[in-house]
């Protein structure tokens, strides 16, 4: 069979002779060195077979030692060609060329290791506090996921009894303070401290369908689709599901208003809803904050006659007014300093606006017959500035006092508040609350304890985890925080994760009451089933701005955080 590139010819009896000694020569030298990379590899005792009558012009030469005559005939590479059509010595030279990095590996892994190391390190951030408190500060974005880390074991969470989780729940509904020593020296056998981790568990949630996960509902459709929905294609079923679904909204409110609720939220497929009683988060009042929202939206509401306002963006927008303020100053010693230069005969060359402006109107005569059009370029630049904040933390809306409960009859009564297709249509809201209301479903959050080993220096330590998922609310990150304060003796660290449209409630709403108000709005609150510390903790105005807290930690009894 002929071979690519190359041409037999015709050699006598003495010239093949000619060539076995010149080849036993060649191969003298390359027995006593190593194979090259190239090179694949023979048997001792075999010679690989040449065609005896080639000629040294157009035989095939060994791949170590290619003649630039022979590269130009040689097949293509199996990057340029077909694998199959090129020789077997060629592909294995990636696998010889990968030898090298090889033994680069150590110091690799060296890397990957302080990565790690690294990645379980908390990220400086200024909102640091310079030193330790006592208390962190309130953090009102709903967390998916808490893992709490300590050198003592949590084993006083797993394996409840039954009394102690009747117990438990019977604490939550009851409303009962779980006051608890500054260190429990048993922590396994102290039922005292299980009863109550049972009751830090609860919320209540509407609707109630186990086959489907009803938090987070804000991208949730990877989640849902594929699952049972009969009411999708039913609109009996969803008007029913709707009416249930206003009858538990409408509890809640009634409770936010008698201040027996603190707050709950309305999570959408869009966006989520905060409803906080007066005297929580700083404000005398009863509040409510939208995030995300759309310009269609905050048009509806408009329309509604609700009155709300955009905080991010009217403080963004007077940080811009003293910024201009400032520039101003600026440009008026710059304009003072070209009026100088000026009176030495030199003057200012025209923009090219000035030229272009109106100069085609006056050369028709017809500039004073037509309108500028500064009103309608000056509304639509407001509906740009207003269009680019949509769906951003920037457009949360603030509703205050009186104009929350038209909120909440345009919510009820909104039909863009149910997703009409995808895997949500026709699914009503989810409702979070910390208390018991018409319509709503007692839940626990999902707790397991974690051991494992981590690398500090030399040596292996015990690490002991407790990780709670589901949908923490503000008050429950609080209770669960006391309860390891006293059961991990006043040592631990916990990482969070939270729900990113949710962040932004953390803003601070500049609601701060007087002091004569104070006492008559705090007057009702200890009724709502907060434990004291925890309802001083929300009630606090907002410090973490846009942000929350990703990571806390608790040192001789005292907190920092990282957010």
């Given at each position: 069979?002929?071979?690519?590139?190359?041409?037999?010819?015709?050699?006598?009896?003495?010239?093949?002779?000619?060539?076995?000694?010149?080849?036993?020569?060649?191969?003298?030298?390359?027995?006593?060195?190593?194979?090259?990379?190239?090179?694949?590899?023979?048997?001792?005792s075999a010679s690989a077979r040449r065609n005896p009558f080639s000629s040294l012009d157009?035989?095939?030469?060994?791949?170590?030692?290619?003649?630039?005559?022979?590269?130009?005939?040689?097949?293509p590479s199996p990057a340029g060609g077909s694998p199959a059509a090129a020789p077997f010595w060629q592909l294995l030279e990636p696998v010889c060329e990968d030898k090298?990095?090889?033994?680069?590996?150590?110091?690799?892994?060296?890397?990957?290791?302080?990565?790690?190391?690294?990645?379980?390190?908390?990220?400086?951030?200024?909102?640091?506090?310079?030193?330790?408190?006592?208390?962190?500060?309130?953090?009102?974005?709903?967390?998916?996921?808490?893992?709490?880390?300590?050198?003592?074991?949590?084993?006083w969470a797993?394996?409840?009894?039954?009394?102690?989780?009747?117990?438990?729940?019977?604490?939550?509904?009851?409303?009962?303070?779980a006051n608890l020593p500054q260190s429990v020296q048993e922590p396994k056998l102290s039922t005292e401290l299980r009863c109550a981790f049972q009751q830090s568990l609860v919320y209540w949630l509407h609707p109630s369908l186990p086959w489907l996960q009803l938090f987070p509902r804000i991208g949730a459709d990877r989640r849902i689709v594929g699952k049972a929905s009969p009411w999708s294609?039913?609109?009996?079923?969803?008007?029913?599901?709707?009416?249930?679904?206003?009858?538990?909204?409408?509890?809640?409110?009634?409770?936010?208003?008698?201040?027996l609720c603190p707050y709950f939220y309305v999570c959408t497929y869009q966006f989520t809803v905060l409803f906080r009683a007066a005297g929580l988060a700083g404000s005398d009042v009863m509040t409510a904050v939208i995030a995300p929202t759309t310009r269609g939206l905050r048009?509806?509401?408009?329309?509604?006659?609700?009155?709300?306002?955009?905080?991010?963006?009217?403080?963004?927008?007077?940080?811009?007014?003293?910024?201009?303020?400032?520039?101003?100053?600026?440009?008026?010693?710059?304009?003072?300093?070209?009026?100088?230069?000026?009176?030495d005969g030199e003057e200012p060359a025209p923009s090219d606006d000035d030229e272009e402006s109106f100069s085609w109107l006056e050369e028709i005569g017809v500039q004073d017959k037509v309108k500028k059009p500064d009103a309608i370029s000056i509304k639509l630049r407001k509906e740009k500035q207003e269009v680019q904040v949509d769906h951003k933390p920037e457009s949360l809306a603030l509703v205050k006092g009186t104009n929350t409960f038209t909120l909440l009859n345009f919510l009820i009564n909104c039909k863009s508040l149910v997703a009409v297709a995808g895997p949500q249509a026709g699914l009503p809201p989810t409702l979070l609350s910390p208390v018991a209301f018409r319509g709503g479903t007692m839940q626990t959050l999902k707790a397991r304890s974690i051991n494992a080993k981590a690398r500090v220096q030399l040596a292996y330590e015990d690490i002991f985890s407790l990780e709670i998922v589901g949908p923490v609310l503000p008050h429950a990150l609080h209770s669960l925080?006391?309860?390891?304060?006293?059961?991990?003796?006043?040592?631990?660290?916990a990482v969070l994760y939270t729900h990113e449209p949710t962040a932004?409630?953390?803003?601070?709403?500049?609601?701060?009451?007087?002091?004569?108000?104070?006492?008559?709005?705090?007057?009702?609150?200890?009724?709502?089933?907060?434990?004291?510390?925890?309802?001083?903790?929300?009630?606090?105005?907002?410090?973490?701005?846009?942000?929350?807290?990703?990571?806390?930690?608790?040192?001789?009894?005292?907190?920092?955080?990282?957010?």
């Amino acid at each position: 069979s002929t071979e690519p590139g190359y041409s037999p010819g015709f050699k006598k009896p003495p010239a093949v002779l000619r060539l076995k000694r010149k080849r036993l020569r060649r191969s003298e030298p390359a027995s006593t060195a190593p194979p090259p990379c190239g090179a694949a590899p023979r048997a001792p005792s075999a010679s690989a077979r040449r065609n005896p009558f080639s000629s040294l012009d157009n035989a095939q030469r060994v791949a170590g030692t290619p003649q630039p005559l022979d590269r130009a005939r040689q097949p293509p590479s199996p990057a340029g060609g077909s694998p199959a059509a090129a020789p077997f010595w060629q592909l294995l030279e990636p696998v010889c060329e990968d030898k090298p990095a090889r033994r680069a590996e150590p110091s690799e892994r060296a890397d990957i290791h302080t990565l790690a190391e690294e990645l379980h390190l908390p990220v400086a951030v200024p909102k640091v506090p310079s030193s330790p408190r006592h208390e962190f500060p309130a953090d009102w974005s709903i967390k998916t996921r808490l893992l709490f880390m300590s050198s003592q074991p949590f084993t006083w969470a797993e394996h409840l009894k039954g009394q102690e989780e009747a117990q438990g729940f019977a604490q939550h509904c009851r409303a009962t303070e779980a006051n608890l020593p500054q260190s429990v020296q048993e922590p396994k056998l102290s039922t005292e401290l299980r009863c109550a981790f049972q009751q830090s568990l609860v919320y209540w949630l509407h609707p109630s369908l186990p086959w489907l996960q009803l938090f987070p509902r804000i991208g949730a459709d990877r989640r849902i689709v594929g699952k049972a929905s009969p009411w999708s294609q039913d609109e009996a079923l969803q008007h029913v599901l709707m009416s249930e679904w206003s009858v538990s909204f409408t509890s809640l409110y009634n409770l936010l208003k008698a201040k027996l609720c603190p707050y709950f939220y309305v999570c959408t497929y869009q966006f989520t809803v905060l409803f906080r009683a007066a005297g929580l988060a700083g404000s005398d009042v009863m509040t409510a904050v939208i995030a995300p929202t759309t310009r269609g939206l905050r048009e509806a509401m408009r329309s509604e006659g609700i009155e709300f306002s955009l905080p991010l963006v009217e403080e963004s927008r007077n940080r811009k007014q003293k910024n201009s303020e400032v520039n101003l100053e600026t440009e008026v010693a710059n304009s003072l300093e070209v009026c100088n230069s000026t009176e030495d005969g030199e003057e200012p060359a025209p923009s090219d606006d000035d030229e272009e402006s109106f100069s085609w109107l006056e050369e028709i005569g017809v500039q004073d017959k037509v309108k500028k059009p500064d009103a309608i370029s000056i509304k639509l630049r407001k509906e740009k500035q207003e269009v680019q904040v949509d769906h951003k933390p920037e457009s949360l809306a603030l509703v205050k006092g009186t104009n929350t409960f038209t909120l909440l009859n345009f919510l009820i009564n909104c039909k863009s508040l149910v997703a009409v297709a995808g895997p949500q249509a026709g699914l009503p809201p989810t409702l979070l609350s910390p208390v018991a209301f018409r319509g709503g479903t007692m839940q626990t959050l999902k707790a397991r304890s974690i051991n494992a080993k981590a690398r500090v220096q030399l040596a292996y330590e015990d690490i002991f985890s407790l990780e709670i998922v589901g949908p923490v609310l503000p008050h429950a990150l609080h209770s669960l925080t006391m309860l390891l304060r006293s059961a991990q003796r006043g040592r631990f660290s916990a990482v969070l994760y939270t729900h990113e449209p949710t962040a932004v409630f953390n803003t601070d709403l500049d609601n701060a009451s007087s002091s004569l108000n104070k006492e008559s709005v705090h007057k009702d609150l200890p009724m709502c089933g907060l434990h004291p510390k925890t309802l001083d903790q929300l009630s606090q105005c907002p410090t973490l701005g846009k942000s929350s807290i990703r990571f806390l930690e608790m040192k001789d009894y005292a907190y920092t955080w990282k957010s």
